[in-house]
């Protein structure tokens, strides 16, 4: 168990439709990072937050949006969905430093129909 | 921008044998972080190895160990005694360690490479 905690675990929607996807980090890790993984895909990487704060972005739609709760908390926003959003969405966190790992959590797996 | 390839998408190998998993990455910078994360058929993203960029000595854990090149930019990834556990996709993963991207501690992965275990 890596601590951190994703939910819902499924989620099954229609185009067009909004969806938000929640994660609980890591009892004091203060940065957590939200990542993309399309069908035996690679990760990619979509925001980072640090304390409530949006500190790197990377390939993430304007359809897409995030935020960190004060009480570290974080949200993922997909809105307008489409087929090719359909993926699983892993929710990340970590203590501040390069050395220390990101632990996963068990991803939101989203099927939009 | 840095990236991380991993040129071989399958690999399988005989139960109790040894495997090399290959990666390479590509940088302007001298500080910098590896993993090895392991995804089951459960999906779930477990850490298998990490090293820094300024350490020599290769890391190890248990049957996995990495061959650092720091010179090649390769960060290979042996798996002795292979186990039926250890098959899954595996990423090789890159991190910044330049204090000049503090604060901007993604990880830039690979596109994984499929392990098999043959008993």
């Known amino acids: 168990d890596s601590g951190v905690t994703q939910t819902p675990k499924h989620l099954i929607t229609a185009t067009g439709q909004r969806v938000t996807l929640r994660c609980s980090p890591r009892s004091g890790d203060l940065s957590v990072y939200w990542y993309q993984q399309s069908l035996d895909q690679g990760l990619q990487f979509l925001i980072q937050?640090?304390?409530?704060?949006?500190?790197a972005k990377g390939n993430i739609l304007e359809r897409f949006s995030a935020q960190q709760f004060p009480d570290l908390h974080s949200e993922l926003n997909l809105s307008s969905l489409e087929l090719g959003d359909s993926a699983l969405y892993f929710c990340?966190?970590?203590?501040?430093?390069?050395?220390?790992?990101?632990?996963f959590g068990n991803g939101t797996r989203l099927t939009v129909t | 921008a840095q990236t991380v390839t991993q040129s071989q998408p399958e690999m399988s190998v005989q139960e109790a044998e040894t495997v090399t998993l290959s990666c390479t990455y590509d940088t302007s910078e001298s500080d910098y972080y590896l993993f090895w994360y392991k995804q089951p058929p459960s999906r779930q993203m477990i850490l298998v190895i990490r090293?820094?960029?300024?350490?020599?000595q290769n890391a190890t854990e248990n049957r996995f160990s990495v061959n650092f090149q720091k010179a090649a930019k390769s960060f290979s990834l042996k798996i002795s005694d292979s186990q039926l556990g250890d098959a899954a996709m595996y990423f090789c993963a890159y991190r910044s360690g330049d204090i000049s991207n503090f604060g901007n501690e993604k990880l830039t992965f690979g596109t994984g490479t499929r392990l098999t275990i043959i008993p």
């Open positions: 937050y640090y304390n409530g704060e949006e500190r």
């Open positions: 990340a966190s970590s203590v501040e430093g390069a050395y220390s790992p990101l632990h």
């Open positions: 090293q820094e960029a300024y350490k020599q």
